[in-house]
Nanobody
């Protein structure tokens, strides 16, 4: 199992930026696709962005394309989510997740979740 710890959430005004970090420990981080998910009150958890195990492939939800960027630094066992031009509808708890299986381009089956970090965007 890999342990995931998110950081970087907070309160920001609309139009502002935040960078989330997810530090991983345990099994070989660089072998697993990673993803960022979010869950707003009363809504289901949804995927926001994902990055392949190699870092060469990324995925974004339509709602964040052009505003969010996912990246990973395998030397630091860390995945990031740069969030720009934030909107009130981006308010949610953001979770980092690791794929269950190795060497995939997309975390289709989640093996580990972080504890979540709150992002609040005021209008």
């Amino acid at each position: 199992q890999v342990q995931l710890v998110e950081s970087g959430g907070g309160l920001v005004q609309a139009g502002g930026s935040l960078r989330l970090s997810c530090a991983a420990s345990g099994r070989t981080f660089s072998s697993y696709a990673m993803g960022w998910f979010r869950q707003a009150p009363g809504k289901e958890r949804e995927i926001v962005a994902a990055v392949s195990w190699s870092g060469g492939s990324t995925y974004y939800a339509e709602s964040v394309k052009g505003r969010f960027t996912i990246s990973r630094d395998n030397a630091k066992n860390t995945v990031y989510l740069q969030m720009n031009n934030l909107k009130p509808e981006d308010t949610a708890v953001y979770y980092c997740a690791a794929d269950r299986d190795q060497y995939r381009n997309y975390p289709s089956k989640i093996g580990s979740w972080g504890q979540g970090t709150q992002v609040t965007v005021s209008s």
